[in-house]
């Protein structure tokens, strides 16, 4: 397996959300997921983590909560605002069509 | 989108449990930070290694906090505290600068702002009633003039045209000149003068205006001549003479002779309906023979006699010149129907061609607007240029600031801070300066403001303006700081940010010159001369005005001022009638004339400068008008010796004696203009006129003819005057009434007013004294305008001079700074120190001589505007102009002389060390 892929830009977003819309989840919960869910191919940069999920926060996307975790431990979980769910039926349909595009110019050859 | 519903609670968290918010985020990044550690210990490695590792794969905590934070978005308000602190911190730290800086600011500001309250008042606030924009005040046009007193008849007439307008009030007397006599039952036996109104029934509710104790004057309080006692009072009345008195309602005033009961007090905000003249007591029209002209004389059913100032509440929706012609209707239909059977044809076509029209009365009567509209403009503009001045002060000292401050910001671009970010720092910290400006400035514009109405309310008839600083006021001084702040703030801020960073860094030198340091200096110089072109204008300005009120008061004006005291009364007022007020008048001459101290005394019904008027016709058999003459005279009651105490001369035959009483042959006094129209070359002496009109067939004798004296005001010449004896008042004019006593004192005149005074309470209490006051004060109450402008022009001329002189001394100071080292050089060349001051001297001269050339084509341009205010003088007089250039020039040297000494000062050695 190589290096895993860097996110291209916004698809971070999309990720986030769509892996929040299953369940609340803390900030390594969503990391961890990503990494699992994508056989490990997508790799979330920690330090670009943080910042799209407080930037989402503020936006109204989604919202958080404390809540306990395994071993008692307090953490920080995030979840769907109805406003995010909406949101993301719109860009998951965006992404579809994009990733389409690109695969139909793709195969052209 | 509820989205608001989740961002709001967010922001305020922010903004408001910081701390709180901080701790989440760390924690949050722990928990992180935890995981990664255990996921590491699983895969095998040590404690320590599985720690580090994990920070390392973490990347920065730090960073990833900050932009956790940006994320935030409420950054600007944390900065902008920050910058508010910061800027705080700088400012204390140089406290010359910053007293300096906010002491011209708090001036500026502080003037404009009493101004503008006054402005506001007089000119621009509209009348505190309900929709003050649907009230019309009408005027008659299309007789021989403009007719703006309406008969009650014709009031009633239109007032209930109701398909036009809502409603229709009628007052008397709006412009102030009522005066009566109150007594206050239990209040004492004194009189006191109040200032009263007669309003028709619907008044307050036509103007929407509701008491604020008892009740107002109702349409019920309005039926029967006579047979409404009944009187509403202001706030302010109710305030001075009833001390907030809550059970006011129901008492009893003596107004005139004839008691009235107080039915309620008008809120504090209602001053009437003329700006500047707010009524004590308001009666019912019904009452009006009880407290104006003699008992008896009702005038509301007169058909002829107008009196009345109407004013209407437009109907909504209906078109302005609909609502004219209906009114117009209604105005002709009347004239028509009262002139009865007698009307020719050609009557009925003048009748026809009369017409009402609409003035806004939204604001009220104009009368303040008219009298001080142009006196206030120019003020404002001198206002304005002040602050001005005080702007260019405060950003040539942040000018200088900034070249100070240079190596600070240069190492703070260096160590990346954004230049938007330091200009704002910089601009938050000029709009702190204007913002604690405009704070002294609205401290001072209060204690201002009462010396500007008080010098308003010196005017012939006493004006008092509700002024108060309210939140107009107090807005329009915000607005005008954070202007200010940002107009003189924006040109330092820009220079000090300029990314020359290398050089001010690694130099480290203040005599170093940069291009960008010349450029700004030169900026700060430019301004310097704007500043003294705009203080020339408003010494040229003051100069004017002072001149013109100095060739004012010297002008001879036909009569002599000094030792004059005039005494005003009213007998009539407290019930004296015929004959009674006669003898009155004589044991009052009588009197007063023996007093130890008093030369004479005299009276007229009308005393000099008075600003009064009492036109009278005058024919002359074989008279012929010439185009352009002008019609009727003025008329003068006056008593036997009134000439010799006035001073006036007599220029041919003589002047009214004892024996020219009651009984014997009316005879008259002209003035040399009434000679020189009516009879040209010819001796009028011995001959005849009469008043005019067709039932008069007076013929009154005419025994002299007296010197012109000023009548009305000292600018206007020539007035043309008849004076009789006031025991021979013609049947035909009103009853002698209200009258001056005039008293020649053999020292000043203010040493008798109390013993004068007492003559008057002596003889009967109950008088009411009107107003006890010198000629001379007289006289400058007739100049209140050119002192109003002298005054204030002065004053604020001295202020933008000392403002530029800061500027100045501010901008040399730095400026020899800047070039220490060049100066230093040139001392170790062998430069004497005369040759370094006098270098100093001629950039001053040069700076001066930019402003006084710009400043002239200042004065130029702004001369039409005074021109009308100026009298004997040009506004380009070559005097007052040189005299004005002088002073700027002078005293700039003067103030240039001190940086110029310093420069001169320098040590060689020390200069050149400094590099």
């Not at chain 2, 040069?846 to 002239?856: D, E, F, K, Q, W």
Request: hydrophobic share 45%; net charge positive; glycine share 8%.
């Amino acid at each position: 397996m190589g290096k895993p892929t860097d996110l291209v830009q916004g698809t971070l977003v999309l990720l986030i959300l769509k892996t929040v819309a299953l369940e609340p989840m803390h900030g390594w919960g969503i990391a961890l997921r990503i990494r699992q869910v994508s056989k490990e191919a997508l790799q979330v940069n920690q330090g670009a983590l943080y910042p799209a999920l407080h930037r989402l926060e503020q936006s109204g996307w989604i919202k958080a909560k404390w809540g306990d975790s395994d071993n008692n431990r307090r953490a920080k979980y995030y979840s769907l605002t109805p406003a995010g769910r909406k949101y993301l039926e719109q860009e998951e349909a965006n992404w579809k069509r994009l990733s389409t595009g690109i695969g139909l110019v793709l195969e052209m050859s | 989108m509820m989205r608001w519903l989740y961002k709001l609670p967010l922001r305020f968290r922010t903004l408001f449990r910081k701390s709180h918010v901080e701790q989440e985020l760390s924690d949050e990044l722990r928990f992180h930070l935890e995981k990664l550690i255990e996921e590491n210990l699983a895969k095998g490695m040590g404690p320590e290694e599985a720690r580090y590792a994990a920070l390392r794969d973490l990347g920065g905590f730090e960073q990833i906090k900050e932009e956790c934070r940006d994320m935030r978005r409420v950054n600007y308000i944390e900065n902008f505290l920050q910058d508010v602190s910061y800027g705080l911190r700088v400012l204390a730290k140089k406290p010359g600068f910053t007293f300096v800086a906010v002491l011209s600011l708090a001036l500026g500001i502080g003037a404009n702002t009493a101004l503008f309250s006054l402005v506001d008042a007089v000119l621009l606030k509209t009348l505190p009633v309900q929709r003050p924009d649907e009230l019309v005040l009408l005027d008659e046009s299309g007789g021989p003039g403009t007719v703006q007193y309406f008969p009650y008849p014709v009031f009633q007439q239109m007032s209930t045209e109701s398909r036009v307008i809502t409603g229709m009030l009628a007052s008397f007397d709006a412009d102030g000149t009522l005066r009566v006599s109150v007594r206050i039952s239990g209040g004492g036996t004194t009189a006191e003068l109040a200032q009263a109104q007669l309003v028709s029934g619907n008044y307050y509710s036509v103007l929407g205006v509701n008491a604020i104790l008892g009740r107002t004057i109702t349409p019920e309080d309005d039926k029967v001549p006579g047979g409404h006692p009944v009187a509403v009072i202001s706030h302010a009345y109710w305030e001075s003479r009833f001390e907030h008195d809550p059970s006011v309602v129901g008492k009893t005033i003596t107004v005139n002779g004839h008691p009235f009961t107080i039915i309620g007090v008008t809120p504090q905000e209602f001053f009437g309906i003329t700006p500047g003249h707010p009524p004590d007591v308001t009666i019912p029209l019904m009452m009006q023979a009880q407290v104006w002209l003699a008992p008896g004389q009702a005038i509301v059913n007169d058909q002829r006699f107008g009196w009345l100032r109407l004013m209407a509440r437009l109907k909504p929706g209906v078109a302005e010149n609909l609502a004219r012609a209906a009114l117009t209707t209604r105005l002709q239909q009347f004239e028509i129907r009262s002139a009865g059977s007698v009307l020719s044809a050609e009557d009925r076509h003048a009748f026809l061609q009369h017409a009402v029209q609409f003035a806004s009365a939204s604001k009220g009567l104009d009368s303040l607007r008219r009298q001080f509209s142009k006196p206030l403009l120019i003020l404002i503009t001198i206002v304005g240029l002040v602050l001005l001045i005080a702007c260019a002060n405060v950003a040539i000292l942040l000018l200088a600031r900034a070249i100070e401050r240079q190596r600070e910001f240069a190492v703070r671009l260096a160590l990346g801070a954004g230049r938007l970010r330091l200009i704002r720092q910089l601009l938050t910290e000029s709009v702190l300066l204007s913002s604690t400006g405009g704070a002294l400035g609205c401290l001072l514009a209060y204690w201002a403001r009462n010396v500007l109405l008080s010098l308003i309310s010196r005017s012939p008839l006493p004006i008092s303006l509700h002024a108060p600083l309210d939140s107009r006021i107090l807005s329009f001084s915000i607005g005008l700081s954070l202007f200010t702040g940002l107009l003189f703030g924006l040109a330092p801020a820009l220079q000090s940010t300029r990314a020359e960073i290398a050089p001010a860094v690694v130099g480290g030198s203040v005599s170093r010159e940069s291009t960008g340091r010349r450029f700004w200096s030169s900026l700060a110089q430019l301004l310097v001369s704007f500043q003294f072109a705009l203080s020339l204008v408003l010494l040229v300005g003051a100069g004017l005005f002072l001149r013109s009120l100095s060739k004012l008061n010297r002008l001879d004006a036909g009569f002599s001022r000094d030792n004059l005291l005039l005494v005003s009364v009213d007998p009539t007022m407290v019930g004296y009638k015929g004959t009674q007020v006669l003898d009155f008048y004589d044991e009052v001459l009588n009197r007063v004339a023996s007093l130890p101290g008093v030369h004479s005394a005299a009276l007229s019904s009308h005393s000099l400068l008075s600003g009064g008027v009492d036109d009278a016709g005058f024919a002359v058999a074989g008279y012929t008008p010439r185009p352009g003459d002008a019609r009727g005279v003025n008329l003068n009651l006056v008593s036997p010796g009134f000439f010799r105490l006035m001073g006036i001369r007599i220029l041919l035959g003589r002047e009214f004696e004892l024996r020219d009483n009651r009984n014997a042959p009316p005879v008259a006094v002209i003035s040399e203009a009434v000679a020189q129209q009516y009879f040209g070359s010819e001796n009028p002496v011995g001959k005849t006129f009469g008043w005019g009109g067709p039932s008069e067939n007076t013929r009154v004798e005419i025994i002299g003819v007296a010197r012109n004296v000023k009548w009305d005001s000292l600018r206007n010449e020539g007035a043309r005057i008849v004076y009789l004896p006031f025991q021979q008042n013609p049947p035909w004019h009103d009853p002698l009434g209200q009258v001056t006593f005039e008293v020649r004192t053999e020292r000043t005149a203010l040493s008798m007013v109390a013993p004068v005074r007492q003559q008057f309470q002596s003889i009967d209490k109950s008088i009411p004294v009107f107003d006890i006051k010198t000629q001379n004060e007289q006289t400058e109450e007739s100049l209140i305008q050119e002192h109003l402008l002298a005054a204030l022009s002065a004053g604020f001329g001295v202020l933008a001079l000392a403002l530029a002189i800061v500027g100045l001394y501010g901008t040399l100071s730095n400026d020899v700074i800047r070039r220490t080292h060049e100066i230093g050089t040139r001392i170790a060349l062998g430069a004497r120190s005369a040759n370094v001051v006098w270098s100093v001297l001629a950039q001053v001269l040069r700076l001066v001589l930019i402003g006084v050339a710009v400043g002239l084509l200042g004065t130029w341009s702004i001369s039409r505007l005074v021109d009308s205010l100026l009298f004997g003088l040009t506004p380009t007089d070559p005097g007052t102009i040189g005299v004005a250039t002088l002073l700027l020039a002078v005293t700039a040297i003067l103030a240039g002389y001190v940086p110029a000494r310093r420069a001169s000062k320098v040590d060689a050695a020390v200069a050149l060390r400094h590099e």
